[in-house]
Every structure is written in C-alpha cells, then in structure tokens.
C-alpha cells in the first residue's frame, strides 16, 4: 500500500470543500471496497477523507410519504429498518442478499451506489483493463466473461455493476441528494447516476470531481407486490449473474430493473407495458443484446427469472 494523507471531516461541505482543495482524494466511510483496491494499488488516493462524522446516519420520513436515507446509514441498518421492511421490501430483500453479515454492518448507503465493478481483470493488475488504466485495452473481450455484460456494452468495457441495493433503488425510482466543493447541493434522479462505459469507462458515475453524496430519497411507497430475485452461482457472498428488482402495484403500471446485465442497473420503462408476460418483457429488456458465447445463457435466464417473479406476483 502507498503512503497517504488523512483527516476527519465535519460536515459533509467540509468533506467536499477539503476533496476539492488536496488532488487525489477519497471519501472513506465503511471502506469495505476502497481498502481492498487500495491494498492491490488499483486505488491509490493521495489523501482520504473520513466522513463517519458528518452525521448523514439517520432514515427520516419525507413530507410527501417516503424515506430519505442517510449516506451512511449501514446496509444492515437499513435493510432491518421496519419502514424499509413494510413499504419498500425489494430493497430490504436486495440488501439481505449480498456480501455478508460482517461487511453489512460496515457497508454505507453512498458506498454501495459507489463500489466498483468486480470484474476479474478490473482486480488482476497484470491484465490490460481499460477501467483501471484508460487506453490499455479489455482483457475480459477474448477471456473469461461469464459474469459480464450483455447491454450497453462498448468496445472498451464489457464489465457489470457489483450493486443489489443500487438495482431495487432504481425500480423505486429514487433520487441521490449531494453537495458540492462549493457548498451548492443538487438532487437528481438514481437513473443519472451512474454512467455506461463508451469511451470512458474508467469514470462509472456522474458525480463531479469532490461531490459528496449525503442521502438517497425513496419516493411514497407503492402497494402491491415486491421482491427481489437473485440468481448466483452459490447461495451466498456471490455476485448476480442476473437480478430482477419488482415492484408490481395492485393497479396501474409496475416497475422492473435488472443486475447484471450492464455497467448500471438496468431498466426499460417500455417493457414493463407488458407487465405479466415474461417472454415479451425479456425481449424488450434485452434488445440489442451483445452477448459471448460463455454469457449467452443471460438472455433465456432473463425470461426465466422474470415467469418466476411473474408468478409468485399471481399467487
């Protein structure tokens, strides 16, 4: 590991105004994906910034019926919250189903929406990897990339977005809240948020260089049926190989989005007009798919995933 520089900020406008003013720097906060990149040198801030002091921890309801979530409300602590439980349990269940007991007692709301993908030559430093080094090519396009992307791929990257959290938030359609180095906040909807990899797919979301997440707002809850569905090769402490985020209202138009299928969770609004039908769906979800012959099978295990959530909807 490199030497840097530390300190404790107090506020998250002090965090932000201290990226801004020391190049190179971080926010640390659970550090459950930062410390592991830093210890093979694929990260190597100059300086980081702890923020488990800026009191972003509390889950407080919003005037308009829904939830706003501290960045650093714990996964743990979310996901048992009786509000999370009640009126949003694809988030709860999504939650629930990845790492580990451990890292979700330490694990933060804006860590989550940020980790980086784990691709496995993203993580072998030896391997050309155009998210790790721009311009130095992707070794997953001729190799192993089973686990990889089928949409909105490029030519520079073909790897996923790790998240469960970050898939059942955008079927809630929620929206991130942050500051800026200046002191200037802006709040924008989860879909804007992270970035598909095209040219560059070293840079995986829109945040500004020293912008702070500080909360996540879910909308008022939607009645009817939710759930999370996660298909992996072991039971536990196992990346999706495709994930499906439903929130199926009693009336009205219901919400899909998928993991593991992109560089981002990944939602077709067109698709859920056919709601119900898992073969349309699919195909709708997944047009223009680029697939390789070691991830073919995302495409029917798509279809077959979205009948059994389909199902257990009807029952």
Known sequence: MKSF???????????????????GSRFIAGGTNLLDLMKLQIETPAHLI????????????????????????????????????????????????GASGQLRNKATTAGNLLQRTRCPYFYDTTKPCNKRRPGSGCAALGGFNRNLAIMGTSEQCIATHPSDMAVAMRALDATVE????????RTFPIAEFHRLPGDTPHIDTNLAPGELITAVTLPKPVRGYQTYR????????????????????????????????????WRVEAAERRMGDAREVAATVLAGARTTPQNAFKVPLVERTLAQVFGEAKA
């Open 230 to 265: 996660k298909v992996r090769d072991r039971a536990s402490y196992a990346f999706a190989l495709i994930s499906v985020a439903a929130v199926i209202p009693k009336r009205g138009a219901g919400r899909l989005a998928f993991g593991g299928l992109a560089h981002k969770p």
């Open 50 to 97: 702890d923020v488990n002091r800026v009191g972003l921890n509390r889950i407080e309801e919003t005037r308009e019926g829904g939830l706003r979530i501290g960045a650093l409300v714990r996964n743990t602590d979310l996901a048992s919250d009786k509000r999370v439980r009640r009126d949003y349990g694809v988030l709860s269940r999504a939650l629930l189903s």
């Open 5 to 23: 520089t530390y300190e404790r900020a107090a506020t998250p406008a002090e965090a932000a105004a201290a990226a801004a003013r020391t190049p």
């Open 178 to 185: 942050t500051v800026r180095p200046d002191g200037s906040t």
